[in-house]
Nanobody, 123 residues
Framework: QVQLAESGGGLVQPGGSLRLSCAAS???????MGWFRQAPGKEREFVAA????????YYADSVKGRFTISRDNAKNTVYLQMNSLKPEDTAVYYC?????????????????WGQGTQVTVSS
């Protein structure tokens, strides 16, 4: 069993930055981690994912070059550094975990989910 807790969301102006954290507890060894987001009235969508080692990462085209996923396995924490934020980045951001996702970009491959943290980009 894995428990996930996101933090770091908030209100930021366009062009600003935020760093989200996802603290994992339980049996987290060898789990891949992903970030997804859901805007009001829209489907939940993939944002970024990282393998257990962090050596393999994936990004949605909409965030590539602006967002960076990283992880500190000693702290059981995965991060999402978000730079150059845009109003369209406004959403609830969720972290997710699974040991063997066949497709890192698919939400259906992840077993464990956090409660989400709100990110609002507005002037």
């Amino acid at each position: 069993q894995v428990q996930l807790a996101e933090s770091g969301g908030g209100l930021v102006q366009p062009g600003g930055s935020l760093r989200l954290s996802c603290a994992a507890s339980g049996r987290t060894f060898n789990y891949a981690m992903g970030w997804f987001r859901q805007a009001p009235g829209k489907e939940r969508e993939f944002v970024a994912a990282a393998s257990w080692s962090g050596g393999v990462t994936y990004y949605a085209d909409s965030v590539k070059g602006r967002f960076t996923i990283s992880r500190d396995n000693a702290k059981n924490t995965v991060y999402l550094q978000m730079n150059s934020l845009k109003p369209e980045d406004t959403a609830v951001y969720y972290c997710a975990a699974d040991r063997f996702p066949r497709d890192y970009r698919s939400q259906h491959e992840y077993t464990y989910w956090g409660q989400g943290t709100q990110v609002t980009v507005s002037s």
